[in-house]
């Protein structure tokens, strides 16, 4: 397997299961230093995940605080970001958008909109200044068509878009590309908060006809993520199965 990113540090959000577990893993095959942050980093199972990381650090993306504390502890103790993957994302009630709870929207949207912005925020200074580094947004399907009773998450990952585009624009000539990636339905544990009918009108959406697996994200993101990605910034790469249309 290639060694392109051997010498880099990734810092990969919502690390410890699911998407960004895959990403983490793939990410280390291919020789980065793997930095996980999640809400909670004490259980590591290394022999499931068949890797330690350089460093797990308990964080919260929807607190800047958070973010900028442990982004100064990966700078002092690793020296270098090269990569940041936003992959930390929750689902929220699924619910008709006029039932939809205060609470729960703005949580959603903290989470999987300002997370990203937070993260993005801090990191880019320090990759600025270094004229070199590659940001992976996670968005999803969702962003692009808009999924009913998932209002929040549809417009949260939309913003996850559009900030990316914007943001892509503004470091184009700063060596520091920002992309997205727009995931269709995986199996994890975000998948299993929706109801059975909505999963199944999610699958019969994907002309392939079966689920994304995680290792399809995971070498998508480990290429998008390295230095043979140069020319392309502000872009949504589709994971749909034949699914997105534009
Ligand atoms: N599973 C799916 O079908 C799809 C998922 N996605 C996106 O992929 C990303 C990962 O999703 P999954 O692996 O399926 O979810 P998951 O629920 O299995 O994992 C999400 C991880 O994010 C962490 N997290 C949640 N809130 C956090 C916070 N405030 N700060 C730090 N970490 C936090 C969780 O603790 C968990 O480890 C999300 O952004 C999701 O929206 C996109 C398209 C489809
Ligand atoms: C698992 C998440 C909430 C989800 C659910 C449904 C779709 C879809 O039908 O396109 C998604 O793209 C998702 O990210």
Not at 134 to 143: D, F, H, K, L, Y
Not at 166 to 172: D, G, R, V
Request: proline letters at 3%; one cysteine or more.
């Amino acid at each position: 397997m290639s060694q392109h990113l051997e010498g880099q540090t990734a810092i990969i959000t919502g690390g410890m299961r699911g998407i960004g577990l895959g990403i983490a893993k793939r990410l280390r095959q291919a020789g980065a230093n793997i930095v996980i942050w999640d809400l909670n980093v004490d259980q590591w199972d290394a022999s499931a995940a068949g890797f330690t990381p350089t460093l797990r650090q308990a964080v919260n993306v929807a607190s800047l605080a958070s973010v900028e504390a442990a982004f100064a502890e990966v700078v002092e103790q690793l020296g270098r970001v090269d990569i940041l993957v936003n992959n930390a994302g929750i689902n929220g009630p699924v619910v008709e958008s006029w039932n939809y709870p205060v609470e729960a929207w703005d949580q959603v949207l903290a989470i999987d909109l300002t997370g990203v912005f937070y993260c993005c925020r801090t990191a880019i200074p320090h990759m600025r200044e270094r004229q070199y580094g590659r940001i992976v947004n996670v968005a999803s399907m969702a962003g692009k068509d808009g999924v009913q009773y998932i209002s929040a998450y549809s417009a949260a990952k939309a913003g996850v878009i559009a900030f990316t585009k914007s943001a892509a624009k503004e470091l184009a000539q700063d060596g520091v590309l920002l992309n997205c990636i727009a995931p269709a339905m995986v199996e994890t544990g975000l998948m299993a908060e929706m109801t059975p009918e909505h999963i199944a009108a999610s699958k019969a959406k994907i002309p392939m006809g079966r689920f994304l697996q995680i290792e399809e994200i995971a070498n998508m993101v480990t290429w998008i993520a390295g230095p043979e990605c140069s020319f392309t910034t502000g872009f949504v790469f589709d994971l749909s199965g034949g699914r997105a249309t534009y």
